[in-house]
T-cell receptor
Framework: DQQVKQNSPSLSVQEGRISILNCDYT??????FLWYKKYPAEGPTFLIS?????DKNEDGRFTVFLNKSAKHLSLHIVPSQPGDSAVYFC??????????????FGQGTTLQVKP | DSGVTQTPKHLITATGQRVTLRCSPR?????VYWYQQSLDQGLQFLIQ???????AKGNILERFSAQQFPDLHSELNLSSLELGDSALYFC???????????FGEGSRLTVL
């Protein structure tokens, strides 16, 4: 039972354009959502997060949108840069309602930004 | 550099053997998490320890065990290894039970 799903295994965009990565979840109890970026031979690094009481969080070129009714979140990168090419993981947790900070990850989306 | 240290970085062993993966969390972090990433798979949660005690358990096989020591470092023990155990094993840490997790660079295990 995959509680967090990233249905697009890969995405290719042109430098300077917008990248939109999508993520769906099934557990309505999730209260905290995060995006991680992963380069080859490195561990995942935190990118941006959003709590369930918000519907948008912005940090520089990165914006995360949360639609609780649809159980859907998305990551927008504007403008996209070649250095953004990596695998992006969506993750969810029960940080505030549960007694654990464990993250449930999606399968990842490989983003390629072409110069 | 996340501040989370994992050793060894690479490990090659044979089926039936036992290995131990080691993780040192960031200074001040009390929680340690172990994740497994098999080929083309997402990160699967294995187990979490908080200040020496098990806090959450995922789909961890009975052949696998973990512990967190008083100095807060953690070890993941994998025994009776099978070919399917070949994967990247990540350790992560956090201050407490929620928020951002900081990941190490992983230990790549190859079982031949």
């Amino acid at each position: 039972d995959q509680q967090v799903k990233q249905n697009s295994p890969s995405l290719s965009v042109q430098e300077g354009r917008i990248s939109i990565l999508n993520c769906d979840y099934t557990n309505s109890m999730f209260d905290y959502f995060l995006w991680y970026k992963k380069y080859p031979a490195e561990g995942p690094t935190f990118l941006i997060s959003i709590s369930s009481i918000k519907d948008k969080n912005e940090d520089g070129r990165f914006t995360v949108f949360l639609n609780k009714s649809a159980k859907h979140l998305s990551l927008h990168i504007v403008p996209s840069q070649p250095g953004d090419s990596a695998v992006y993981f969506c993750a969810a947790s029960l940080s505030f309602s549960g007694n654990t900070g464990k993250l449930i990850f999606g399968q990842g989306t490989t983003l390629q930004v072409k110069p | 550099d996340s501040g989370v240290t994992q050793t060894p970085k690479h490990l090659i062993t044979a089926t039936g053997q036992r290995v131990t993966l080691r993780c040192s969390p960031r200074s001040g972090d009390l929680s340690v998490y172990w994740y497994q990433q098999s080929l083309d798979q997402g990160l699967q949660f294995l187990i979490q320890y908080y200040n020496g005690e098990e806090r959450a358990k995922g789909n961890i096989l009975e052949r696998f065990s973990a512990q967190q020591f008083p100095d807060l470092h953690s070890e993941l023990n994998l025994s009776s290894l099978e070919l399917g155990d070949s994967a990247l094993y990540f350790c992560a840490s956090s201050v407490d039970k929620g928020g951002e997790l900081f990941f190490g660079e992983g230990s790549r295990l190859t079982v031949l």
